[in-house]
């Protein structure tokens, strides 16, 4: 669980980081059902992981939510002695898919807030009228409880329930 601020509402992200191999799968594939947001995650040392990137997008189109988010990551950033997948070949393929792109270290730390809060902001658009209805139930609620309140008739925490003359 991690807690991010975007644009002053603040947002609690579950994460879960799938296996990569093979024989998991069929349990990897049960988490896409629940996702809102996804990173598709290469090496940058590895030509072979940035190979299975389609695999892993293929998966996500057939078991994900149509609305879930998606972020492309060359990660090991660190490790420029080591490249095997150009900076160019990463954001041609985002292009493509329609995602954005970062390139990160989870080492030296570059660009994981940046992409963390990049993809939740993403999931908090695709959920902005979701979150309007929740933000118009709590006013009510509130304007409910001032008004019990200015009547007397309630405890001031808002539960309407508690007021009730029956
Ligand atoms: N230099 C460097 N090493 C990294 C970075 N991220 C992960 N590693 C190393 O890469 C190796 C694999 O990392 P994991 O986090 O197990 O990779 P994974 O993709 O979750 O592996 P799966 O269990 O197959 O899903 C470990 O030795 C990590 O320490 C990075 O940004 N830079």
Redesign the pocket.
């Known amino acids: 669980m991690k807690t991010l601020m975007i644009d002053g509402v603040k947002v609690r992200i579950q994460i879960w980081?799938?296996?990569?191999?093979e024989r998991y799968q069929t349990i990897t594939k049960q988490y896409y059902r629940r996702a809102q947001g996804i990173f598709l995650?290469y090496?940058i040392t590895s030509e072979r992981s940035f190979q299975h990137i389609m695999k892993w997008a293929s998966d996500v189109d057939e078991y994900a939510p149509d609305t879930v988010q998606k972020i492309l990551i060359g990660?090991?950033?660190?490790?420029e002695h080591k490249r095997q997948v150009a900076t160019e070949q990463g954001t041609k393929l985002a292009k493509a898919y329609g995602m954005d792109f970062y390139e990160?270290?989870?080492?030296?730390n570059h660009n994981i807030k940046e992409s963390f809060t990049r993809l939740a902001e993403l999931v908090l658009q695709a959920n902005w009228k979701d979150l309007d209805v929740l933000r118009a139930s709590v006013t009510d609620e509130l304007n409910i409880a001032a008004l019990e309140e200015e009547e007397g008739i309630g405890d001031g925490h808002g539960d309407s329930q508690k007021a009730c003359w029956c």
């Not at 980081?17 to 191999?21: E, F, I, L, P, V």
């Not at 990660?75 to 490790?79: A, I, P, V």
């Not at 990160?104 to 030296?108: C, K, L, N």
């Open positions: 980081d799938t296996a990569g191999q995650v090496d990660n090991k950033s660190d490790e990160t270290s989870a080492f030296t």
